[in-house]
């Protein structure tokens, strides 16, 4: 089972935050996948408002989460004990995604197949600000349906659009998409995109769908195609 560290507030409202925590572990749990939340257990014995055990607390927190196979950041909110959890979970290489709506289960990063959802850990540093066209790009996971949501329909191709130079000086931030494997078309905005995949992320999903190998070396030539037609 697969064991998932979920971040989320505790200092402000204690009592809900707590409350809050507990039943985000319950839903959860009910997709299968095994949560732990470090304020359901370490708070037994931990008081946060006292220093010395608030940095017990922490460091027991991270030692949890080191060995944990995700972690979900819970809410739009994140405190500055979650920050140094996010900073760990990068310098770890932890897969970190963001959940903005905690107790709506449509919202979960939870794949279809065993491949790993892609996250902006997966995109080359910066590279939301390239220019994406002709580019292969990641869709963010929460544009799709859960019953779509894996990593092979998180790989597009930009074809065009005015958002694609990404300066903020256009008209639109729109990006228009093509898929490798199913040569689907869709348009999105550039918030929509997580940015450039890293080498080793494209080259992982060309081992999971090996269909990507022959989609993205073709596109080239379909272009050409169309255009001496």
Known sequence: MKMVYLASPLRGDYDRNIKNAVEYSRLVSECGL??????IIFSQWCNDT??????????????????????????????????????????????????????????????????????GQDCREGSREENYMDRLVVLRLEN???????????????????GCEGKGGSFSDTVHLYHPIDKDHMAVSRTELLGIPREEAVEMLKNAYPEFVSGIAQYGQEEEEELCQ
Not at 144 to 162: C, D, F, M, S
């Open 144 to 162: 799709l349906k859960p019953e779509y949501r894996n990593a092979r329909n998180q790989l597009w191709i930009v074809t065009h659009g005015p």
């Open 34 to 39: 095994l949560p732990l939340a470090p304020h």
């Open 50 to 119: 006292i220093p010395e055990q608030r940095e017990l607390g922490l460091k027991l927190g991270l030692s949890l989460l080191e060995k944990c196979d995700e972690m979900w950041v819970m809410g739009k909110k994140v405190s500055q004990g979650m920050q140094g959890e996010i900073d760990f979970a990068q310098e770890h290489g932890i897969r970190t995604y963001f959940v903005p709506y905690p107790a709506l289960k449509e919202y979960y990063p939870i794949s279809t197949d065993e491949v790993p959802l892609l996250d």
